[in-house]
């Protein structure tokens, strides 16, 4: 288990089952804006069900394929910032981040700050070469996160996913070691 500090009223925590039931509630109260966008949603039907994501979760950060992380805003957890799916592959180590946020703390830069957090974790603590986010062609929010954390826009992934039943195409936007490394340099 860590905590990471972001500021003085954010921080990150690796997912924990005491979290559990606020995790589902938030899930719940979100669910009409999260089900256009997020495909774990319409699966998501109970505290039990969450329990195993975050179980899940955690044998994959012991395998270090996964850092997947709460968000707390004045220790109110208050979204997720998730970097999974890491692996190398033809010599490139690479992961992808996923992230939702209680829509009553967006538009704050909350989830900048987050991505930018997991993004050092990711860079400076696993070694990654290059960092994928995946958003919905049609998702202005996610895909503006994105783009504010440097990220370029690789190309349009036809017919990609499926959320709450309907086939939809994703933005693919990749933000590589050197580029995160030269940007923190400016900053």
């Known amino acids: 288990m860590f905590k990471v500090d972001i500021n003085s009223n954010l921080h990150l925590e690796l997912l924990d089952l005491a979290h559990a039931k606020k995790m589902f509630e938030l899930g719940q109260k979100n669910k009409d804006e999260f089900i256009k966008w997020l495909p774990w949603v319409e699966k998501n039907k109970s505290v039990e069900d969450t329990k195993e994501f975050i179980k899940q979760s955690l044998q994959n950060y012991a395998k270090g394929v996964e850092v997947n992380c709460s968000i707390f805003y004045n220790s109110e957890l208050v979204g997720n910032v ?7 592959k033809l010599g490139i180590k690479k992961g992808v ?12 830069g909350i989830m900048n700050k987050s991505v930018a957090k997991i993004l050092e974790i990711g860079f400076e603590k696993m070694g990654l070469d290059k960092v994928l986010i995946h958003c919905d062609k049609d998702n202005i929010n996610s895909c503006s996160v994105a783009i504010r954390a440097n990220f370029k826009l690789e190309g ?3 017919e990609d996913a499926i959320v709450n039943g309907k086939v939809v195409d ?10 995160y490394f030269e940007n923190k340099n400016i900053c």
């Open 82 to 88: 998730s970097l999974g799916g890491i692996k190398k």
């Open 97 to 108: 981040i996923g992230y939702w946020l209680d829509s009553n703390f967006q538009k704050r």
């Open 156 to 158: 349009l992934l036809r």
């Open 170 to 179: 994703l933005k693919q936007f990749s933000l590589l070691k050197k580029e």
